[in-house]
């Protein structure tokens, strides 16, 4: 059956979300409308605030992060990775449904479809995708392994090395983004999906990580300010409890 889902699904010629093997087990109330299929951990919320700042109507399901969601027949036919998050747009590209997964190239999908948040001109652009990729490439990685070495099954391995790594690195890119926000509110320099990629790190690092001493994120005013003016946003405040169990959810 996975590789009957697999096979379907690269052959791109789906018309509706309801075509999509996913929609089996995941079934969408409304299909005219996007399909969020997500869990609210740091990246998962990155698509979640990006369709509440847009103001795009989606409808969100929720995904566990056990097997027997994320390695599901159905949920491996939208993305082979098995890991959220992941979009049907039933108004993709020559307004034929398409399926995406991983969170940047997501961000980066919905910000060129509304024309938002993905700066003004060429040059904006750029500097907002590199700061996206910073933390597609750096921060995510980098937090995540610390997560682990700290407060997950790592931090019973007695060798430190593979702590302090991380750690050191994860105090580095710190260090970056707070010398970056100096005289700026946003890391681009106006708010944008670089924004909505970075902060739920930062915002897990001190929270579900527990890192907030080891890493002396109380000494660094910049991304103290920053993580408060984010969490001020009332589509942060959304995105951060979709998706929720079952529940059909539009942006507002």
Do not use: C
Request: no cysteine; aromatic share 10%; glycine share 6%.
């Amino acid at each position: 059956m996975t590789h009957e889902y697999q096979t379907s699904a690269k052959s791109g010629k789906y018309t509706s979300v309801t075509d999509f093997p996913i929609n089996q087990r995941w079934p969408a109330q409304n299909p005219n409308i996007l399909q969020l299929y997500s869990f609210p951990t740091p990246n998962g919320v990155k698509v979640s605030i990006a369709l509440e700042e847009l103001g795009i109507e989606y409808e969100a399901h929720r995904v566990r992060l056990s097997d027997e969601d994320v390695k599901s027949a159905e949920f491996l036919s939208l993305n082979p990775n098995n890991k959220i998050p992941a979009i049907i747009d039933p108004k993709g590209p020559n307004n034929e449904p398409i399926g995406l997964f991983e969170s940047g190239a997501i961000l980066i999908y919905l910000a060129e479809k509304s024309g938002k948040l993905l700066g003004n001109n060429p040059v904006e652009k750029a500097k907002i995708l590199q700061w996206l990729m910073f933390q597609m490439g750096g921060v995510g990685p980098m937090f995540g392994q610390l997560g682990f070495f700290h407060v997950f099954a790592g931090k019973e391995i007695s060798d430190p090395r593979p702590k302090a790594r991380y750690l050191n690195e994860a105090k580095r890119l710190l260090n970056v983004i707070e010398n970056q926000l100096n005289g700026q509110n946003w890391i681009a320099g106006e708010f944008s999906i670089a924004d909505i990629a970075i902060v739920p790190w930062l915002q897990t690092l001190q929270t579900f990580y527990q890192a907030t001493e080891i890493t002396k994120l109380n000494d660094l005013t910049n991304v103290k300010a920053y993580i408060e003016r984010f969490n001020q946003r009332p589509a942060v405040q959304k995105g951060w409890k979709i998706p929720a169990e079952n529940k059909l959810k539009e942006a507002s």
